[in-house]
């Protein structure tokens, strides 16, 4: 017999945290009936379980899937207003895998989806600061003081995010108009937090696109398109959700060296 939480993670239909979720939702079944205790237990060689009606598989093989997902698509497994979903690209995969952590609608790049909850918890939790690295195209041309501002973390809301890494690349004038490509560097992954941080600085992103997470690039891979992992890369991703850097301090403003 093994506990609930643990069966949901081996069929990677979440992390352990999550599927406490899950079943305190109401949304797991055993044998027909709805379970909601903690810590209830189940038999994969011989009790049925069921998430959301779907009775999992408990010997289907792990994905590690990378994923260049275009702009249109939405990073989730169901959509209620019936847009297409990320999924929706990854014709012949017939694991339950997820998606890492989220791009929004109108962001593209690269997105991991996998059918192992323990790595995906370890990648999106802050504790780990894995790194992921974005290209954003943002109208005008910041200035330093306005970069230096992602360097010592900005608030927004009264919320002050990690500093992050950033350098500016090529400036485009095209009808009058300025655009700035921005190489951003974050270790934590809030909600439309590029975006959020662009337009705090007075530089509102026009194109969004990520290409890093850890050490996996997106490098030539063609937008909508898949493969899985390497062996390589899967087990430097693994080294890496294992790590916890030290704490980054962001309690205020570094001070300039005096002149």
């Known amino acids: 017999m093994v506990r609930l939480q643990k069966l949901l993670s081996m069929a990677g239909v979440a992390s352990r945290r999550a599927a406490e979720t899950l079943i305190l939702d109401g949304r797991v079944e055993v044998n027909g009936a709805v379970v909601t205790t903690l810590g209830s237990k189940a038999d994969p060689t ?51 895998v997820y998606p890492v952590g989220r791009l929004d609608y109108d962001s593209e790049g690269l997105l991991l989806l996998t059918s192992d909850g323990d790595l995906a918890a370890k990648l999106t939790h802050p504790r780990h600061a894995v790194e992921r690295v974005y290209e954003a195209i943002v109208q005008g041309v910041p200035d330093e003081d306005a970069l230096d501002r992602f360097r010592r973390g900005i608030v927004i809301e009264g919320e002050r995010m990690q500093p992050a890494d950033v350098r500016r690349g090529r400036v485009v004038n095209k009808g009058g108009q300025q655009t700035t490509r921005l190489t951003i ?42 493969r899985d992992l390497t062996q390589r890369e899967l087990s430097s991703l693994k080294r890496q959700s294992n790590d916890v850097p030290a704490r980054v301090k962001t309690s205020g403003p570094r001070r300039r060296p005096a002149r």
């Not at 698509?73 to 979903?85: I, M």
């Not at 337009?199 to 850890?214: E, N, S, W």
């Not at 996996?216 to 909508?224: E, K």
């Open 185 to 226: 560097t974050l270790r934590e992954g809030r909600n439309r937090q590029v975006r959020r941080m662009c337009a705090q600085i007075g530089h509102p992103v026009r194109r969004l696109t990520r290409v890093r997470m850890g050490s996996i690039r997106l490098d030539y891979l063609p937008a909508g398109r898949w």
């Open 46 to 96: 011989q009790d049925e379980v069921r998430v959301d009606g779907r009775r999992l598989r408990f010997d289907t093989r792990v994905r590690y899937i990378l994923l260049n997902k275009p702009r249109g698509y939405v990073t989730t497994r169901h959509d209620p207003e019936g847009r297409p979903t990320v999924l929706d690209l990854l014709r012949g995969v017939t694991e339950y």
